[in-house]
């Protein structure tokens, strides 16, 4: 039987080059199986994580910043109106034609915000028997507050009753009309309070993105590293622009994050000071004016800006490109020197 001819040193070479290029070939073909993979996931977590912030400020600024305001603004009417009545009679001007006029516009105002109300709080099913029963109790105080300042202007003894009366449906613990608005104060408080907030899931959604954009960056030089070294190739043009997308990614929608959530955190503040503020009735005419003063900065604050909705779906080309700019990169390559020859 003949013996079997020994392998040549130019065969051990072919053998050799077939080895490398098959090692090289997978290499790259796992580059780009990670690469779209962490893409994938990292576009996934941007755009979730970028939305909630957006979301939240969307309703901080039509719902819960208006919500809060009007509860303080109500509050502050009610206790003006009743101020403004007693004062009529103390001093002694209760029967001057339209000295009822303060009080009257205090109760108006006090009556418009809790229509408002009823479409802007944040306290569901909950907030809205909390409001129908202040609107009721409120009518029984017109009804008790009016003859007070106006009927019974000689009539001290029904005067006082009718004072008394409306004092109780005012202020009275638990049941009265301001600590009702109180209660649904408090609950619209903890809903801003969650609403304006990072929770676990929005800081661990940022986290999974800017660790796997990381992952995408290191990926991209990785793949141009064994590109040109392995195959003698020039630096890609395709990896090179998902590099560059791949930063701006992680910086830019991180960045409008972090300036959205800085104005959410100064509104959170204006409201507590806002809702406090209520709470002070030591002068009530200074509280209105900082009620309303404030609310027209919390307004310019978190009024909505064309860039953070262009942010989102520049967010989206991004991501978008960040999936097809490395695989297209690799893939070409990929074909060229590996697919098609094999």
């Not at 001290?156 to 608005?181: C, H, I, N, S, W």
């Amino acid at each position: 039987m003949p013996a079997m001819p020994l392998p040549t040193r130019w065969t051990r070479a072919a053998r050799a080059r077939r080895r490398t290029r098959s090692r090289t070939r997978r290499l790259l073909e796992r580059h780009l199986a990670v690469m779209v993979v962490t893409a994938l996931v990292s576009v996934t977590a941007v755009l979730v994580s970028y939305r909630e912030v957006q979301n939240a400020a969307g309703e901080m600024r039509t719902r819960g910043a208006p919500a809060v305001q009007g509860v303080a603004a109500t509050q502050l009417a009610l206790l003006r109106a009743h101020e403004e009545a007693r004062k009529s009679v103390n001093d002694g001007i209760d029967e001057v034609v339209g000295a009822g006029a303060g009080y009257e516009n205090q109760l108006a105002a006090a009556d418009q915000g809790l229509s408002r109300l009823s479409d802007v709080q944040i306290d569901g099913q909950r907030g809205r028997g909390v409001l129908a029963t202040v609107t009721g109790v409120l009518t029984s105080y017109g009804t008790s507050i009016t003859p007070g300042a106006v009927k019974y202007v000689h009539d001290d003894l029904m005067q006082r009753e009718k004072f008394a009366e409306a004092r109780t449906l005012l202020d009275r613990p638990g049941t009265g009309v301001v600590p009702r608005l109180d209660v649904l104060q408090g609950h619209q408080m903890r809903r801003v309070d969650r609403v304006s907030s990072l929770g676990t899931l929005q800081r661990t959604g940022w986290a999974v993105a800017e660790l796997g954009l990381l992952v995408l960056l290191l990926s991209c030089l990785s793949a141009l590293w064994v590109l040109r070294t392995r195959c003698g190739r020039s630096l890609d043009p395709w990896l090179l622009a998902a590099l560059l997308v791949t930063v701006a990614l992680a910086v830019v929608p991180l960045w409008a994050t972090v300036h959205t959530q800085q104005h959410l955190d100064t509104a959170r503040q204006l409201l507590v000071a806002i809702e406090q503020r209520a709470h002070e009735h030591t002068n009530l005419i200074e509280s209105q004016t900082y009620v309303i003063d404030n609310s027209a900065t919390l307004r310019g604050g978190l009024a909505a800006r064309s860039w953070q909705g262009w942010t989102y779906y520049g967010a989206l080309g991004g991501g978008a490109l960040i999936v097809l700019l490395p695989a297209a990169g690799i893939c070409r390559r990929l074909n060229a020197d590996y697919w098609r020859a094999g």
